[in-house]
């Protein structure tokens, strides 16, 4: 099946590489922008949206968009899945998930991340390097773990937050949707606010909305 990554950013690059050297039963193909600056990126083509969808039909193509931002990152995944498309999901070797059938469409599950008996994800979710995702834990959609994150056991994050470098959520508590929580920052109460939270304890400093 050939495979086609959305976006030109380095974390696009990355995921092509990652892909070409685990994933060699894909064919990787090149890279999807709705407004390309350059016909090439990486050494490979760029195609446009509007091309790719007139191009490619649905059953001779899946698709991974490894975008930071969670609401962009929804945005295309929900975008192409409504024209039929499905997407595909990286987990790299080097990882720990306790049952592979938990892992839905365009989840980026990057090297040392540890997720326990019975966590369970939505599709969509991005765990950068050395994450640890403690048992029963339940994670929405469009979620983003960056790097050296802790979700204790048994708590429970709604869709589009975000967690910063080396931050720390403890067991049991319920986290709302469109939470950010800054590098460092460690909840240690149920959250129930959209917000910027920083610190630690994390304290609310503003609306996530233009961030998430």
């Not at 407004?35 to 991974?64: H, R, T, Y």
């Not at 765990?127 to 029963?136: D, L």
């Amino acid at each position: 099946m050939d495979l086609y990554i959305f976006g030109t950013k380095n974390n696009a690059e990355m995921a092509s590489f990652y892909f070409i050297r685990d994933y060699p039963d894909l064919n990787f193909c090149g890279f999807i922008e709705d407004s390309p600056e350059s016909p090439k990126a990486f050494g490979f083509p760029v195609c446009s949206s509007d091309i790719f969808i007139n191009k490619v039909p649905p059953n001779e193509a899946v698709l991974f968009a490894p975008l930071t931002k969670g609401s962009a990152r929804k945005e295309v995944f929900l975008r192409f899945k409504s024209l039929g498309y499905t997407f595909a999901s990286y987990v790299s070797p080097l990882a720990e998930v306790w049952d592979l059938s938990i892992v839905g469409e365009n989840c980026y599950i990057q090297e040392f991340n540890n997720i326990q008996y019975g966590a369970y994800f939505g599709d969509n979710c991005l765990f950068w390097a050395g994450n640890h995702i403690g048992h029963h834990s339940l994670i929405a959609p469009h979620v983003t773990f960056t790097s050296h994150c802790v979700l204790s056991g048994g708590s429970k994050v709604g869709e589009l937050c975000y967690f910063g470098v080396n931050s720390t959520i403890s067991d049991g508590l319920n986290i709302c949707s469109s939470v950010f929580l800054g590098m460092g920052g460690m909840i240690s109460k149920s959250i129930s606010e959209e917000g910027v939270y920083v610190g630690a304890p994390a304290r609310r400093i503003k609306s996530s909305i233009e961030i998430i």
